[in-house]
Structures are given as C-alpha cells and as structure tokens.
C-alpha cells in the first residue's frame, strides 16, 4: 500500500488514506494551536512530523486521541467519517498513543500491562497462563522477547517498557501507532533496535506516526515528513531528495514581530556566574550575565532551560560546580540563600508554583518580601509595596485586596513579577513570562523587561517562543539535551537557533 | 470609619454568618425546650465546658488552614493530665505540675512534627498515631487507675472564678483565641499559613520556609493542648487516663464549622470559636432537654457532615462567583486564573 511513484511535494495518490485528517482547528484562549489542519496518513507507512515548540504537533495528538476536541474539521478511517469523542473511542478505531510519559503500570507485570483492559479470562478469573503466552509473543514480535514477561514492569529500563507500550497497542489490535518523542530517553542501540521494530510494524500494514526533534531520525526513518508552524501544516511531503536544511526552512522562516523595545543597553560589569553546573537534568553549564543584559536560554522542550533557572535559584539540588554572585561564591544553593544573593525567580507554571488564588494581591505580591525579617510596622510597608507595584507594573486591578484568582493571565504575570521586584534583585530569572499571555499584555511585559534591565538588572530569560527570545535577548545560550551547545548574538535568525537546539551546527563560541 | 465600612462589607458572603445563624437557631430552639437553658449560671456553664475545646481548637484551626491534621489531641489532653496530676499527687509543687502538662503537649506535638515533616508520613497516619501512643502512655503512667489524693489548690483554676465573677477556664480560653488570632492576622506567620494552605509549592518557591512553619503549628497544636490539659484536669479534679477520648472529633467539627476549609487556604479563629460554641450548646440544650446522652453522639456527627457539605457547596458557590467577574481593561481579554 506505499506508493512509489510521487515527485517531491505532492502527496501520494494510493488507495483511500488509513486516516484522514480534514480542516481540524482549534483555538485555547489566546492562541490558535491548530489552523484548518488536513494530512493523510497512509497504512504501512512511516509518518513524522516535525515543528517547533507549540507549532501544533502534540495538540493533533490530543485531538486525535479523544483528550481534546477540535472547532472544525472531520476525521475519516479508510474513508468512512468517525468521531473521537473519548480516548475509548480512539481506542476502538484502532489508534494508539505511546507518548513521552509512559503510561504503564509499574508495580505490575509485563503480561498485566500487556493485556491490562482486555484480560484473557477463564470464567470470572484472569488467565494467566494465556496472558503470558500472548504477552511473550508480541514481545518477541517487537524485538523485546527476552524480557520476562513476569518481570515488574517498574524494573524495566525505558526503552524496555516503551517495547510494553508497543506490544500493548499490538494487543489491542492497533492499526495506527502514534510515539511522540519516543527516542528522547533512549540510546543509540536502544534507538536503533526502536527503528527495527517500527519498520517491521509497517510491513504488517499499520501506520506509525513519529513525532521527533531530531531531524536526522526523521531523515533517515520517514516515508513521509509533515511539518508543522503556528498551528498549520507548513509541508507534507515525501521523504526523497530532502535535508536537514529544508525541514528547518519549513520549520521557521516568519516575521519577527517589532513589538520589542529596540536595544540599547550597555551591559554592565558579570553580577552572576555559573561554572560547570550540573544537576540532575542538567550536565556542566557554564554562563555569566551582566548588569544591564538580558541573556536567552534557547532550546527545545526538555532541553533543560527551566532546569538551569531553577538550579541559580535552589529549586533542584546542585551536584557539581559553583554558582558565584558578585564575586563571592554562593555555598549550598537554596531558596532562601538565592533570596539573599538577590537572585528572584518567576517561575514557570504561574497556576502551579507562582498564583496563591485564594488570597490578595497584596499578599501574593509581599510574600517573599515578608520572609526577610521586618519590623513591626511591616504591614503599612506591605500595603505600600503593592500599590507601588500595581502602578508601576500598571496591574489592572480594583486595589491591593482584590482576591488574585480573577485577575488575567497578563496580570497575574505582572503580580509574580511584582513579587520579585519587592526583593529589590540584581538578578531576575524569567520562566516562560508571556505564557497564556494576550498580546496586549505581552508588549507591555517586553517593555517591563527591557526597563528592568535598563535599570541594572540582569536578566536570563527562558522562552519558548522564539520571536521572542530572539527579539529581547542580547544574547543567546542555546541548550541541548541538559548541555550548553552554542551561544548566538542577539540579531541572530531563527534557523540559528533551531539548527544549534538540533544540533545540526555547533556555533563557534560555546560559552 | 471607612475601616468599619469595609469590616462590614467584608462580612457579606463571609461564611461566618451562616455559623453564627445556625448558632442563634439553636439558642432559640432549646431556650424553648427547657427553661433552665436560658440562665445566666447556664451560660456560664456551656461557655465553661466549650473552652477546652476552644484552646485547643484555636491551634488546630492553624492547622488546618494549613492542610495538615491532628487527630492525637485527645489522647495527648489525657496523657498531659495523668503527668500533672501524677507529680502534683506526689507533692511536687502546683506550678511545676502545670509546666509538667505543657512539657507533655509540646513534646507530642514536636513528636507529630518529626513523623510528619522529617519523616514525611502523612498527618492522618502520622497523628492516628500519636493517639495511640499518647493514650498507652497515659495507661501506663497511672497504671490504668485514676489518680486521686490531689492537693487542695488543684482544682482552684478549673472551678474558680476570676474577680469572682468570669470563670477562669473561659479567660484562658479567651486569651488562647485572642493570641492564635493575633498570629494568624497580623504576623508573617500567619500569613504564611495561609499561604501555604492556598498552594504549598508557590509559597515554598517565593521562600517561604515550609517545614519549619508545620514544625511550629504541630509544636503550639501539642502545646495549646497541655494548656488545655490543665485547665480541664482542674475542673474534673482527677487524673483520668480515659478522658478525651472523642475530643479531636469535637474540635475538627468546631474548627470546620467555623469556616476552615478541609481544602487549607482558609478560616479564622472567631470562626472556630463559633463552631466550639454551637457544639457545647448542642450538648447542653440536649442534655436539658432530657434527651438520652447517646443522641449527642448522633448529633454531632451529623453536625460534621452538614458542616463539610456546606462548605463544599458554599466554596464552590463563592469560588464561581470570583471567577466570573474579572477586571479587564478594554482590548485585553479577561483570562481567569490561567
């Protein structure tokens, strides 16, 4: 069912697509993930898509998995139309969905997991002779056969328990298999035993669609390439007669937005150094940040951005290297220490780890600025603190009491960014700061930020969102896989930065 | 004046209210069904036995805002008890036999700290614990027996009356209430309890020293507790290792039908006061009224579910009615909570 005689660009022209995706968009408040999506996937095929950070790739996941239902569009199986309003109805169609968390039941077996849902059963009890046997079989079929299929699943090693997943989907008679960032946990054996098993799956008819950031897997396993910007499909095209150079020019290649403050700070003298810093997700980052700069950490999701800024801050233990502010070495890294150093953070996820909903914006604005010992009028200086924060951050608020949960997602943002200025910093860690942000809002948060760091901060800034990074940062870090593996100007394009996160070019000065 | 205004409108949508209705009904139901109920010397008498609960619950309502839990409070009341009265019993001064009682609560209470915070067991377990410990504790020490031959001092604090008017055990109670409201609204302390209760792992980023705030609630929840211990071992005029034993449960329903949310993030003192109030005066009135004991006990539990259902409802009534109404300026679209 390949078809093998389609030129470049056009989509092959074989039997009836095993699924048809057709005009699906969908919007979340703000942003547009996916815009009049259609792409055929073809049985006996490998599918990957490829696509930045939010291009739209895990939302087509979800849609097609039943966790989140699209504005428009329609979705056929072999050319009849079907509807996937649950994740049981994308099961029965026969799809299945092997994501970056695995979801397997570690405290139970490999034949438990295999058969979990759709148990051979003898009368009221589960068949556990029939279980193994079967549970052996698919193993062997997916190059996995000599794992114990008694074994724990939680004892198994990630590429081991991604073989559970796949010989699951097996078991459920799964015609299309979807793996999202499936190579991201393995090694290269481990990779490559993984390519083995997803071309025998295709000789058997089944679809696999690949999701991946290395672009030299996608190269060397796709049939088929679609790849995803800002919610559309940019190309979807054959795998023949393209390269790296290409997927990156679909990839890319916008406009970058002038609603940034145009840069002319002068940065200052190192207030911060990182050497060698490692930590569980991270490995031997090195950087300093001046007064007055604004430096950009650049990568892909789980490059390891979020972990550095949360390694200066004291949020994950440091194993090796040094953290040095001001000159003076900062032992033990901890959250209180980070506070003293005058380090503050915004954190990533505003709703998880930054929005006390329940209480004021005055409260939610002093609470770091309590804990470091006040004096006895400290609740005059706490009210007087939030009001000057509200207008200078100009947080749209009825006063300082108003309770911080019906504030916008913009203000909420200025609030988290209120509570680090009251701390009076030197050095400010920016976590994703325009997220589920509007764009009103976000100018004004550019602005808030080229301000403070024209008044002496420095800055490191973590963004996903590439226009961004590249129109505040004076200059970019760039990370992969937990290392820094390039730095890059600040006019630098945006094929830069992805080629440097893709490790498609080592840049010349790594920091 | 504009700071009454706003105590005022502060008030509106406060679940306090409904406390303090529910408070005033009861009042009024049982001075109908008995007519010793409505008495000065009655008066005395519920504000007098609700002030037990009201010490300790003043602490546990830190707690609880807090998200944790103590369930051990009255097997730790008892064992306080028994180690006071046993050294007073045996000639040891009365004020060392009170320190005694406070040294009994505070170390079970930093004993519910090590579990919970150093071992990280959960406060359910971790106090269900302590409860059990605590009250074998108590067996032992008095050797299952209750303990009498007491000085004659004991028993002032407990039946005495201050200007001989205010019963003691009500201004102790009063003090303990005033100073745990106090430190939960005018002390970074108590603003950290909120905090903490309202998302433990945004406060512990914005630097908040959370282990060290449970250490502290658990210590003064075991501490209030030998306080209470003191005065409640002087009114009875005994040792007995049996008392106390249902005592938590009359203080978690006091301090969740004042207000505290099982969720954390919320409730206050005057709250909780209340809800010890309306506990005392059910029993009371209940017992005046020639109902049999053991209805009290049906009383009370259903006390406690009315009271989390209403909660339940009331927060997700007040909850909708936040997110529904947001502040936006023109051009920006309003994003609750996101």
């Known amino acids: ?511 | 004046m504009a700071s009454v205004r706003t105590f005022v409108a502060r008030q509106r949508g406060n679940p306090m209210i409904a406390t303090l209705m529910v408070l005033v009904v009861l009042v009024v139901i049982f001075s109908m069904t008995s007519s010793r109920f409505l008495t000065w010397e009655n008066f005395l008498n519920v504000t007098r036995s609700s002030s037990t609960v009201i010490i300790v619950a003043s602490a546990v309502t830190l707690v609880m805002i807090a998200r944790g839990l103590d369930l051990s409070v009255g097997s730790v009341l008892a064992v306080s008890v028994v180690v006071s009265a046993k050294l007073a019993s045996t000639g040891t001064p009365l004020p060392m036999a009170y320190l005694a009682a406070l040294a009994t609560g505070l170390a079970f209470g930093l004993l519910n700290a090590a579990f919970i915070v150093g071992l990280r067991v959960s406060p359910i377990i971790a106090t269900l614990g302590t409860l059990n410990i605590a009250r074998g504790a108590a067996f032992l020490i008095t050797s299952s027996a209750i303990l009498v031959g007491l000085p004659s001092n004991w028993a002032d604090l407990g039946t005495g009356y201050m200007f001989g008017v205010v019963p003691y055990p009500i201004i102790v109670a009063a003090l303990v209430a005033l100073f745990f409201s106090v430190l939960l609204n005018y002390t970074v302390f108590g603003r950290n309890v909120y905090a903490v209760g309202g998302n433990e792992e945004a406060a512990r980023i914005a630097g908040v020293n959370v282990p060290r705030m449970y250490i502290a609630l658990y210590a003064m929840s075991g501490l209030a507790t030998g306080l209470a211990a003191i005065v409640l071992g002087s009114r009875l005029g005994a040792g007995d290792p049996n008392i106390g034993v249902g005592f938590e449960f009359d203080v978690i329903v006091a301090v969740i039908l004042g207000g505290t949310s099982l969720a954390g993030g919320e409730g206050r003192i005057s709250g909780t006061v209340l809800g010890a109030l309306i506990v005392a005066v059910l029993s009371n009135g209940l017992n005046l009224a020639g109902v049999e004991p053991f209805w009290q006990y049906v009383a009370k539990g259903v006390a406690l579910v009315v009271a989390v259902v209403i909660d339940r409802i009331t927060r997700v009534e007040r909850e909708s009615r936040q997110t529904r109404a947001p502040v936006a300026a023109p051009g920006q679209t309003a994003d609750p909570g996101a």
Request: with cysteine; proline share 4%.
């Open chain 1, 1 to 511: 069912m390949t078809d093998t005689s389609s030129a470049l660009g056009a989509p092959s022209t074989a039997a009836e697509p095993l699924i048809a995706i057709n005009g699906i968009s969908k919007r979340f408040p703000g942003v547009q993930a996916l815009d009049d999506v259609s792409i055929d996937i073809r049985a006996g095929e490998v599918h990957c898509w490829i696509g930045e950070n939010g291009a739209g790739k895990s939302t087509l996941i979800k849609v097609l998995a039943g966790i989140v239902a699209p504005e428009t569009g329609t979705i056929s199986m072999e050319g009849y139309p079907v509807s996937i309003r649950t994740p049981n109805d994308a099961l029965r169609l026969g799809m299945a969905f092997i994501l970056q968390e695995l979801t397997v039941v570690e405290s139970l077996s490999v034949a438990e997991n295999i058969t979990l849902g759709h148990e051979a059963r003898r009368g009221p009890f589960f068949n556990v002779p029939a279980a193994r046997e079967r549970a052996a079989k698919l193993m062997e079929s997916v190059g996995f056969g000599h794992v114990d299929v008694k074994a724990r699943v939680g004892s198994l090693t990630k590429a081991e328990q991604q073989g559970v997943m796949i010989a699951r989907a097996l078991s459920l008679d799964a015609r299309a298999i979807f793996m999202d960032e499936a190579t991201a946990a393995l090694d290269e054996a481990e990779v490559k035993r993984l390519f083995d098993v997803i071309r025998r799956l295709i000789t058997t008819g089944r679809s696999v669609v690949f999701v991946s950031h290395r672009l030299e897997e996608v190269l060397h396993l796709a049939d088929h390439v679609t790849v995803f910007k800002d919610g559309r499909v940019a190309a979807s095209v054959r795998n023949r007669d393209i390269s790296a150079k290409d997927l990156i020019r679909w990839m890319v290649g916008r406009e970058i937005a002038s609603a940034f403050p145009p840069r002319t700070r002068t940065p200052g003298e190192v207030v911060l150094e990182a050497r060698k810093i490692s930590t569980r997700s991270i490995q031997g980052v090195s950087l300093t940040a001046r007064r007055g700069e604004i430096v950009g950490l650049g990568g892909l999701v789980g490059s390891g951005r979020s972990e550095v800024l949360r390694a200066l801050y004291g949020l994950d233990p440091v194993h090796e290297g040094e953290i040095i502010v001001s000159g003076r070495r900062v032992a033990m890294p901890s959250i209180r220490r980070a506070m003293t150093s005058r380090i503050a953070l915004v954190p990533e996820d505003r709703r998880s780890q930054g929005i006390i909903a329940k209480r004021s914006v005055e409260e939610n604005t002093t609470i770091s600025w309590a804990q470091l010992g006040q004096g006895r009028a400290w609740r005059g200086e706490s009210k007087r603190i939030a009001l000057r924060m509200i207008d200078e951050l100009g947080i749209r608020t009825r006063g300082p009491q108003q309770s911080v949960a019906t504030l916008s997602g913009g203000n909420q943002q200025k609030v988290l960014v209120g509570r680090c200025l009251a701390l009076e910093p030197g050095i400010l860690l920016l976590d994703e700061p325009t997220r589920g942000v509007d764009v009103g809002a976000k100018a004004e948060i550019y602005q808030l930020i080229d301000d403070l760091a024209r008044r002496g901060m420095a800055v490191i800034l973590v963004t996903s969102e590439l226009p961004e990074l590249l129109g505040l940062a004076d200059r970019i870090l760039v990370m992969r896989e937990g290392r820094l593996v390039g730095e890059l100007a600040g006019g630098a394009r945006e094929e830069e930065v992805i080629a440097v996160a893709m490790g498609q070019r080592e840049s010349l000065d790594v920091a």
